[in-house]
């Protein structure tokens, strides 16, 4: 068990067995007492947590695992670097890593870097994250490249060694990557997710444009969790405001189920503005194609929600909020798109959008939305023209 967390039962479980049993499969009891659940929040149990650290730490020291304090760290990585690049076992592998991890949340950022460009350990632990592999990878393959993505994105390279990886067979680290995210442990698809935000801001435009399926759908799984951390969030939005617009990115993206999965996190988020920037930005790229447009609207509150953000968040909400709203006024009118937005109070927010946003281009984009349909929305008795300019 890794990450703890109770149920409204009063029962403990691993967050991603638990997260698996309600979320994939859908179930709504306690896999143990058989109670129904009424509450499927995921309460961190940090006593627990810390019971198992504290028992895996005494373990490993029984094991040799953990590094004397006595030990000079400098030769320890040096010796640690030798082990990693001799050894063939997965087993020793597996051991090389964990050791390194423990070492380098030990360290200070400073040290660690240092270290890290000496030994020339990022290159190192890039060449197990890139072992030849496929999609029906064997369980212990996957553990090792997993550990090792994780000791990769603790190494935090430097742009320059993490633009010289990436470079490594025209992005080969992309695909072994997107199997982590999809099937490695829980841990290691949170730090894979760090990880490709900082890749992707650096990789070329031909290696956004191969990205395979199996990404985007993984990414919409763990977006999916509403326990995600605020950072892993923001990690994955990240990757798709820089990657939706290359290749067929779009149509992977909402082919994958992204769609409800966003509307669904900003109708929960309330204050935080780079997420709600962020969710907006991807929901506005992907309503820029018929598809997305239609999982939208197909969505129950997916015009509410977007509406919702208006005049609440930031400027940067409401102008990307009133773009979606435009994109849907002038290509959705057959849809019931312009009912539905008098009757959710989506014109009334634009009235106020007219009157009040300071955003110049925002009030002319309200303004578009009203010469598209003000004669429909005139026949409403509850059309505000009091507000009118």
């Given at each position: 068990m890794e990450d703890p967390v109770t149920i409204s039962s009063?029962?403990?479980?691993?967050?991603?067995?638990?997260?698996?049993?309600?979320?994939?499969?859908?179930?709504?009891?306690?896999?143990?007492?058989?109670?129904?659940?009424?509450?499927?929040?995921?309460?961190?149990?940090?006593?627990?947590?810390?019971?198992?650290?504290?028992?895996?730490?005494?373990?490993?020291?029984?094991?040799?695992?953990?590094?004397?304090?006595?030990?000079?760290?400098?030769?320890?990585?040096s010796k640690l670097c030798q082990e990693l690049g001799e050894a063939l076992e997965l087993e020793a592998q597996l051991k090389c890593l964990k050791k390194i991890k423990i070492l380098i949340q030990e360290d200070d950022d400073d040290y660690r870097r240092v270290v890290m460009e000496k030994a020339g350990l990022a290159s190192l632990v890039t060449s197990l994250v890139m072992r030849p592999s496929s999609f029906d990878q064997h369980a212990d393959d996957l553990q090792v490249m997993g550990e090792a993505a994780i000791v990769l994105q603790l190494l935090n390279p430097s742009q320059e060694e993490l633009r010289q990886i990436t470079a490594c067979k025209n992005g080969g680290i992309i695909r072994p990557l997107s199997m982590i995210l999809q099937r490695g442990t829980y841990q290691a698809r949170i730090h894979t997710a760090l990880l490709l935000r900082s890749i992707?801001?650096?990789?070329?435009?031909?290696?956004?444009?191969?990205?395979?399926?199996?990404?985007?759908?993984?990414?919409?799984?763990?977006?999916?969790?509403?326990?995600?951390s605020k950072g892993t969030t923001l990690a994955l939005l990240s990757v798709l405001m820089?990657?939706?617009?290359?290749?067929?990115?779009?149509?992977?993206?909402?082919?994958?189920?992204?769609?409800?999965?966003?509307?669904?996190?900003?109708?929960?988020?309330?204050?935080?503005?780079?997420?709600?920037e962020a969710m907006l930005y991807v929901l506005e790229a992907l309503c820029k194609r018929a598809e997305g447009r239609s999982a939208l609207i197909g969505h129950p509150a997916g015009v509410a929600t977007v509406a919702g953000k208006i005049l609440r968040v930031s400027h940067g909400v409401?102008?990307?909020?009133?773009?979606?709203?435009?994109?849907?006024?002038?290509?959705?009118?057959?849809?019931?798109?312009?009912?539905?937005?008098?009757?959710?109070?989506?014109?009334?927010?634009?009235?106020?959008?007219?009157?009040?946003?300071?955003?110049?281009?925002t009030r002319e984009k309200a303004k578009e939305i009203f010469e598209l349909h003000l004669n429909s929305w005139n026949k409403f008795p509850c059309f505000p023209l009091n507000c009118m300019p």
């Open positions: 009063g029962i403990s479980y691993d967050r991603h067995s638990i997260d698996r049993w309600l979320s994939i499969y859908d179930h709504k009891t306690c896999p143990v007492t058989k109670q129904a659940l009424s509450d499927r929040a995921l309460i961190p149990n940090t006593t627990l947590l810390r019971l198992i650290q504290s028992w895996t730490a005494k373990v490993q020291r029984s094991k040799g695992l953990l590094l004397d304090a006595s030990t000079p760290r400098r030769f320890d990585v992707f801001k650096l990789v070329t435009d031909a290696c956004k444009c191969d990205i395979p399926m199996v990404m985007f759908e993984s990414m919409t799984e763990i977006l999916k969790d509403h326990n995600a820089h990657v939706i617009p290359f290749g067929n990115n779009l149509s992977k993206v909402i082919e994958a189920g992204a769609m409800s999965v966003l509307v669904e996190l900003l109708l929960e988020e309330r204050e935080d503005r780079r997420k709600c409401t102008e990307r909020a009133v773009k979606i709203l435009l994109l849907l006024c002038r290509y959705c009118v057959g849809n019931g798109v312009v009912k539905e937005m008098m009757e959710i109070g989506a014109v009334a927010k634009l009235c106020m959008v007219v009157q009040v946003e300071g955003n110049g281009k």
